[in-house]
T-cell receptor, first 108, second 115 residues
Framework: KNEVEQSPQNLTAQEGEFITINCSYS?????LHWLQQHPGGGIVSLFM???GKKKHGRLIATINIQEKHSSLHITASHPRDSAVYICAVRLGGNKLVFGAGTILRVKS | ETGVTQSPTHLIKTRGQQVTLRCSSQSGHNTVSWYQQALGQGPQFIFQ???????GRGNFPPRFSGLQFPNYSSELNVNALELDDSALYLC??????????????FGPGTRLTVL
């Protein structure tokens, strides 16, 4: 079993829809990251969370430490949001363990 | 601020060869981490360098080695290449070992194909 599990693996949405991507982990962590990866490989860090909730534009990330679960929400989705969204947890030191990613496609 | 850069962008090698990948960290960052991302999978942690010393290593064999220079740029070397080494290699820099408070900035990656 992977230490970090994401769901769904693939997601297709219509422009304007509200999107939720989930991440569950099985180990103790010091922080959780949500990353966005576009075709070609470039990764952008969206959020780093250790508790509660963060919001940036149309993106919202929440984390529940007790339940070892985090969600990434996208409001009013747009085709330019199409990308792979990756959850990564920070273990001791500076090691990141990544989920397999969720492939999001937003259709216009 | 200059972002994280990697070179080359693409590389094709044959089995048994050796390869060196390069990463320039973001200005002001002294920590570089390297990751391997196979097609369709999430990145896997290879190792991390902090102020020119290795600081943590994932489950990769010794033929994966690295180096960090005084200007905090870094190299990843892979010897005796195998077909399974074909992947996107990502480096990420951060401002020290601040634990839960730092953010890693990723480079665009080097796509390595081993034939």
């Amino acid at each position: 079993k992977n230490e970090v599990e994401q769901s769904p693996q693939n997601l297709t949405a219509q422009e304007g829809e509200f999107i939720t991507i989930n991440c569950s982990y099985s180990v103790g962590i010091s922080a959780l990251h949500w990353l966005q990866q576009h075709p070609g490989g470039g990764i952008v860090s969206l959020f780093m969370l250790s508790s509660g909730k963060k919001k940036h534009g149309r993106l919202i990330a929440t984390i529940n430490i007790q339940e070892k679960h985090s969600s990434l929400h996208i409001t009013a989705s747009h085709p330019r949001d199409s990308a792979v969204y990756i959850c990564a947890v920070r273990l001791g030191g500076n090691k990141l363990v990544f989920g397999a990613g969720t492939i999001l496609r937003v259709k216009s | 601020e200059t972002g994280v850069t990697q070179s080359p962008t693409h590389l094709i090698k044959t089995r048994g060869q050796q390869v060196t990948l390069r990463c320039s960290s973001q200005s002001g960052h002294n920590t570089v981490s390297w990751y391997q991302q196979a097609l369709g999978q999430g990145p896997q942690f290879i190792f991390q360098y902090y102020r020119e010393e290795e600081n943590g290593r994932g489950n990769f064999p010794p033929r994966f080695s690295g180096l960090q220079f005084p200007n905090y740029s870094s190299e990843l070397n892979v010897n005796a290449l195998e077909l399974d080494d074909s992947a996107l290699y990502l480096c990420a820099s951060s401002r020290g070992l601040a634990g839960a408070t730092d953010t890693q900035y990723f480079g665009p990656g080097t796509r390595l194909t081993v034939l």
